[in-house]
């Protein structure tokens, strides 16, 4: 079992960055594959980016391509997801979440997840 804690959130201007990290506890982090997802009010929980175990392999949803950067420490149990160039349709409250097995987007994959962090990207 591993337990996930967000942080980093936070107010920020359009075009502006943020780095969001993960903690998670635990000797195994290293055999689950992370992924960050996002959820807005009023809208459904999104993928947004994973990692693989070892972080050789990423995947991002394209409406994120090119702003943001998924990256882990195992000696650290962390995951990291550094943002950029920040837009208003950015703002929502970002999750970790954790699996066994191979990469998906899909959020009932995901065996574990955080409490999230709120990011609020104003226009």
């Known amino acids: 079992q591993v337990q996930l804690v967000e942080s980093g959130g936070g107010l920020v201007q359009a075009g502006g960055s943020l780095r969001l990290s993960c903690a998670a506890s635990?000797?195994?982090?290293?055999?689950?594959?992370m992924g960050w997802f996002r959820q807005a009010p009023g809208k459904e929980r999104e993928f947004v980016s994973g990692?693989?175990?070892?972080?050789?392999?990423?995947y991002y949803a394209d409406s994120v391509k090119g702003r943001f950067t998924i990256s882990r420490d195992n000696a650290k149990n962390t995951v990291l997801l550094q943002m950029t160039s920040l837009k208003p349709e950015d703002t929502a409250v970002y999750y970790c979440?954790?699996?066994?097995?191979?990469?998906?987007?899909?959020?009932?994959?995901?065996?574990?997840w955080g409490q999230g962090t709120q990011v609020t990207v104003s226009s």
């Open positions: 979440a954790a699996r066994r097995g191979d990469y998906s987007s899909s959020p009932d994959r995901y065996n574990y």
């Open positions: 635990g000797r195994t982090f290293s055999t689950y594959y």
């Open positions: 990692i693989s175990y070892y972080g050789s392999s990423t």
